[in-house]
């Protein structure tokens, strides 16, 4: 039986994207720091995040492209001391991948920045989820579409340590909140491939929390 005659009838072939799903992991390393990712792409692939589920605000979400040397560098000095405070408070060295990002940060491509337009409700759980999980797909669509085409990123929030800071410098009104920062390159012998996970069974209930199997 081909791939294609094992797909239920009427269904359109998921393989492809399964597979980008699978195999989306951050790139810290292996990108092209000489070919620049032309801001035609940049937006294509802004498009096909846009059309991720929203819930409310409807289509908070703004995005800002840093592709120039100065908001790069204010952007990187950020991130290198925060990554400086996240290592003294793990009382160890990060990892060279983290560290290795942080030292040619601005000599990335592009750097992505996903905000949202307003700012989430500081004493309310449900409000807080509406917030983000209305601003949150959109990245994650963005870092497929960007996979989809060769570019590599990775999903970094480290720079939200100094927030203000970020805001200070890249001209970001104080009604817009940072979320996903996604440094971004064209893939250069990055070789992605599933990472190790749990199997579903064992993170999976059904019915109540403690129950386990699908007759539970």
Same mark, same amino acid.
């Given at each position: ?14 393989? @492809?994207?399964?597979? &980008? ?10 990108? !092209? ?12 692939? &802004? ?9 409310? @605000?409807?289509?908070?979400?703004? =995005? ?5 040397? !100065?908001? $790069? %560098?204010?952007?990187?000095? *950020? ?6 405070? *996240? ?7 990060? $990892? @060279?991948? #983290? #560290?290795? +990002? ?8 592009? +750097?992505?920045?996903?905000?949202? #337009? ?8 449900? *409000?807080?989820?509406? =917030?983000?999980?209305?601003? *949150? ?8 579409? +960007? ?15 100094? /927030? ?9 009104? /104080?009604?817009?909140? #940072?979320?996903? +920062? ?6 250069? !012998? ?6 190790? %996970?749990? @199997?579903?069974?064992? &993170? ?7 129950? $386990?199997?699908? !007759?539970?």
């Amino acid at each position: 039986m081909t791939d294609e005659e094992s797909d239920p009838p009427g269904s359109s072939p998921t393989h @492809p994207v399964d597979e &980008i799903l699978r195999t989306t992991r951050s790139v810290r390393r292996r990108i !092209d720091l000489d070919r620049p990712v032309e801001p035609r792409v940049i937006s294509e692939c &802004i498009e096909i995040a846009s059309q991720a589920p929203t819930g409310i @605000p409807a289509e908070a979400w703004r =995005f800002l492209v840093l592709n120039q040397v !100065d908001p $790069k %560098r204010a952007l990187a000095g *950020l991130y290198r001391r925060a990554l400086a405070t *996240l290592a003294e408070t793990l009382g160890r060295p990060v $990892k @060279p991948s #983290q #560290q290795h +990002l942080a030292d040619h940060l601005e000599e990335m491509p592009a +750097l992505i920045l996903v905000c949202a #337009q307003g700012r989430p409700a500081p004493d309310s759980v449900p *409000l807080q989820v509406s =917030f983000y999980g209305s601003v *949150l797909p959109a990245a994650w669509s963005l870092m497929l579409a +960007l996979r989809a085409r060769g570019i590599g990123a990775t999903w970094t929030t480290l720079h939200l340590l100094h /927030e203000r800071e970020a805001a200070e410098a890249l001209g970001i009104p /104080e009604d817009v909140t #940072q979320t996903v +920062l996604l440094p971004i390159g064209y893939c250069r !012998d990055a070789v992605l491939r599933p990472a190790e %996970r749990r @199997p579903a069974a064992e &993170i999976t209930y059904w019915n109540r929390w403690e129950g $386990k199997g699908e !007759d539970s």
